[in-house]
């Protein structure tokens, strides 16, 4: 009898350290997602001042913009963990909506070959952060969804493991293309 409750023990035992090996490995791979993005969100946010110079060139009346887009660079160099560099990346996004609704309104701009260039540049990244961001919110659901399952989330609960966030739009606002009149 003792053995048979041993063996049980030895079951439970190994079962536990199975799902927590699972968890950090799920962690950890959503850890490695964000690097990726990281690295996206570098380039773009080295990008932008280049973007910036060649467009007050043209409209130096949008300071507002500038300081959006300066205020949300400033944020994202100064972030550490993922949600407030998630933040920052949004802010970014939504001034660059405004910066390019400029450009679009502005015919001499549009046809700067920096301009062009850095735009190509730029739209390039965002289809890698889109990739990514992609890639992220996958691994995220993983993790999210083993943690949350039965008899996983017991053990997730003796370990504090908690559910993450996804990297979404984080408001309305941001999902409203900018009106530019002059």
């Known amino acids: 009898m003792i053995l048979i409750i041993l063996i049980v023990i030895i079951v439970l035992?190994?079962?536990v350290v199975s799902q927590y090996n699972k968890l950090i490995t799920l962690r950890n791979n959503r850890e490695n997602a964000f690097a990726d993005i990281d690295v996206q969100l570098k380039q773009r946010f080295d990008l932008v001042p280049n973007l910036i110079n060649t467009v007050k060139w043209y409209a130096a009346h949008e300071e507002k913009i500038y300081d959006k887009i300066l205020e949300a660079r400033k944020s994202f160099t100064g972030a550490w963990t993922t949600d407030e560099k998630i933040a920052a990346s949004n802010m970014l996004s939504g001034a660059l909506k405004w910066l390019f609704a400029i450009a679009e309104s502005n015919p001499e701009l549009k046809a700067n070959e920096n301009f062009i260039q850095l735009q190509n540049e730029l739209s390039d990244i965002?289809?890698?952060?889109a990739a990514a961001?992609?890639?992220f919110n996958s691994a995220t659901n993983e993790f999210n969804t083993y943690?949350?399952?039965?008899?996983?989330?017991?053990?997730?609960?003796m370990?504090?493991?908690?559910?993450v966030t996804m990297f979404e739009v984080s408001s309305e606002e941001e999902r409203i293309a900018p009106k530019v009149e002059f």
């Open 13 to 15: 035992a190994l079962y």
């Open 126 to 129: 965002e289809n890698k952060v």
């Open 133 to 135: 961001r992609r890639f």
């Open 147 to 157: 943690l949350e399952t039965f008899p996983t989330n017991l053990i997730a609960k």
């Open 159 to 163: 370990f504090a493991f908690q559910r």
